[in-house]
């Protein structure tokens, strides 16, 4: 707990496909908790989206709805959530260990540590909560015991994810804020931190300064 009128120290800003983990994570669960056959027949009926997609004629945030509607429509919740989890423990054991020991020194200073993504919340909030960590990302639907098929959110990339984490969190409570990405899709969001990291483009991850050692150090000195 933060005294009255001490902000907190930090905020960091996690993505997490290509970030926090290396590969696309939406892309794999389709394969880890449906049949091939099923994903073929589905996959079919959005052909030209697909193809128009990997042309980059499409873009990710409207074909990852698209995908999601064609693949879990009426999908019962039952079958799914075992699978999710199954699924969620296999990939926090391959989180990427670079970008994972820097959310863990976040974490052991204090900072508030949030998970960003535009990747689903099946199995995407049971990552969060094993990390304990916060989660903002794209919620899904679910009536009576079915997925929909639909999101109840925005595909939480681009500008929306700028908007969830201001719609979310009052930045002004933050002394200093990091944000870590890796696509275009994560601009919008590193733009909001005074310490960034893009995968692939920065060479060296932000240094971490416990604030209230350099606070301490300061009225030393005085």
């Not at 699924?87 to 391959?94: F, M, Q, V, W």
């Not at 994810?161 to 969001?189: C, F, H, P, Q, W």
Request: aromatic share 10%; with cysteine; glycine share 4%.
């Amino acid at each position: 707990m933060h005294a009255q009128n001490q902000k907190p120290q930090a905020l960091a800003l996690f993505d997490f496909d290509g970030t926090l983990y290396s590969h696309d994570s939406f892309t794999g669960f389709i394969f880890h908790v449906l049949k091939k056959r099923h994903i073929i027949w589905r996959g079919l009926k959005i052909l030209p989206w697909i193809t128009a997609y990997y042309l980059k004629l499409y873009p990710a945030h409207r074909m990852r709805p698209k995908l999601y509607l064609a693949m879990f429509k009426d999908a019962d919740v039952k079958i799914i959530y075992p699978l999710a989890l199954q699924y969620a423990n296999k990939i926090l054991g391959n989180l990427d260990p670079t970008l994972f020991e820097q959310l863990k020194m976040h974490q052991k200073l204090g900072h508030k540590v949030i998970l960003v993504s535009a990747t689903i919340d099946l199995y995407l909030e049971m990552i969060a909560n094993t990390l304990s960590i916060e989660l903002l990302c794209s919620k899904v639907e679910i009536k009576n015991g079915k997925l929909t098929g639909k999101y109840l959110t925005p595909d939480c990339s681009c500008l929306q994810k700028k908007l969830r984490i201001l719609e979310a969190i009052n930045l002004v409570d933050y002394e200093t804020i990091y944000a870590y990405g890796n696509s275009e899709e994560d601009k919008e969001m590193l733009s909001l931190a005074q310490h960034s990291y893009m995968v692939g483009f920065d060479k060296k991850l932000p240094v971490l300064e416990n604030l209230n050692t350099i606070k301490n150090s300061q009225i030393s000195i005085l």
